[in-house]
C-alpha cells in the first residue's frame, strides 16, 4: 500500500470516527431524557424536552448537544434557570464511548456491544447515584440485546448461543441474589436492591458463564473501596448503603475489555 493510500485511509478512518462521536453525542442527548424521565415514570417520547423548571419547550436549536449549553451558558433561554451540567457531561461521555467502541473494535458487532453497554452504563450510573433505582426498562433492554445480539459466543451457532447467553445472565442474577439474601441475614436490612440482581442478570448475559465470579469480584472490591472512602470522608460508622449498580456496570466494562487476560487468572 502506497503512502498516500495510507495516508486517504487513515483520513477515512477518523472521518467516520468524528461521525460516530457526533451520533454519540445525540444518542447522549436522549440518554438525558432517559436519566430524567424514566424514575419519575414519564414517557420518554412524549412531550419533546422542556425546562424542569419553567417547563417551556425547548426550541430543536437549543437542543444541539453540548454546543447549546455553551452558547446559552449554561441556563434556559426562557427562565434563566441554571442547566445542570450534567446534561452536557453524559453527552459527552456517550461521544466520547462510541467513538473508543469504533476506535478499538472498528464498525464490528463487538463494537456496537460495546457501545451499548458502555451507553446503558452511563444511564444506570447516574440514575442509580441520584435515586438509588435502576429502571427495570433498561435492564429487560440490556438483557434482550444481549440475547438476541446476532454473533457467536464460545464457537457455537445463533440459537445454541442466545441460549447460553440467557442461561448465563440467569446463573448470574441467581448468584448475586443468594449473596443479597445472605447479606440481609447477616447485617438485619436490606443489603442490595432486586434492581442489581436484575443488572448483573443482564450483564452476566452479555458477558457468559466465565464473567460471573468477576462481575461480582470487581464490582465488590471498587464498591468496597468508594464505600470505605465514604465512610472515612463523612465519619460514618456502622453499615452504610451505596448505589451499587455503577460498580456492576464498571466491573462488566473491565471484564469485558480484559477478558483474555483475566480468563488466565482464573
Excluded at 483520513?11 to 461521525?19: E, P, S
Excluded at 444518542?27 to 414519564?42: A, C, D, H, Q, T
Excluded at 467513538?99 to 444506570?124: H, P, Q, R, T
Excluded at 456496570?249 to 477478558?259: D, G, P, V
Aim: glycine residues 8%; aromatic residues 14%; positive net charge.
Amino acid at each position: 500500500m502506497t503512502e498516500i493510500a495510507i495516508k486517504n485511509a487513515t483520513a477515512i478512518f477518523y472521518l467516520i470516527g468524528v461521525l460516530i462521536f457526533l451520533t454519540g453525542l445525540v444518542f447522549g442527548s436522549f440518554l438525558n431524557v432517559v436519566i430524567y424521565r424514566l424514575p419519575l415514570e414519564k414517557s420518554i417520547i412524549r412531550p419533546r424536552s422542556f425546562c424542569p423548571v419553567c417547563g417551556a419547550p425547548i426550541a430543536f436549536y437549543d437542543n444541539v448537544p453540548v454546543l447549546s449549553f455553551l452558547l446559552l451558558r449554561g441556563k434556559c433561554r426562557s427562565c434563566s434557570a441554571k442547566i445542570s451540567p450534567v446534561y452536557p457531561l453524559v453527552e459527552l461521555l456517550t461521544g466520547v464511548s462510541f467513538f473508543l467502541s469504533f476506535y478499538f473494535f472498528g464498525i464490528s458487532w463487538k463494537a456496537l456491544e460495546i457501545a451499548v453497554l458502555l451507553a446503558s452504563s452511563i444511564a444506570i450510573t447516574f440514575i442509580d447515584l441520584k435515586h438509588r433505582i435502576i429502571p427495570d426498562e433498561i435492564n429487560i433492554f440490556l438483557f434482550v440485546f444481549a440475547v438476541f445480539l446476532p454473533k457467536e459466543i464460545w464457537g457455537v451457532s445463533y440459537w445454541p448461543a442466545a441460549g447460553l447467553s440467557a442461561l448465563s445472565g440467569l446463573s448470574a442474577g441467581l448468584v448475586l441474589f443468594l449473596i443479597a439474601i445472605a447479606a440481609e441475614k447477616i447485617f438485619k436490612q436490606e443489603a442490595m436492591g432486586m434492581g442489581d440482581v436484575k443488572l448483573i442478570t443482564a450483564l452476566g448475559a452479555f458477558s457468559g458463564f466465565h464473567s460471573i465470579f468477576w462481575l461480582i469480584f470487581i464490582s465488590s472490591l471498587i464498591g468496597s473501596v468508594v464505600g470505605i472512602a465514604v465512610k472515612l470522608r463523612k465519619r460514618e460508622k456502622g453499615y452504610t448503603m451505596i448505589a451499587f449498580g455503577p460498580y456492576l456496570c464498571a466491573a462488566a466494562i473491565i471484564y469485558t475489555l480484559f477478558e483474555p487476560r483475566l480468563k488466565l487468572l482464573f
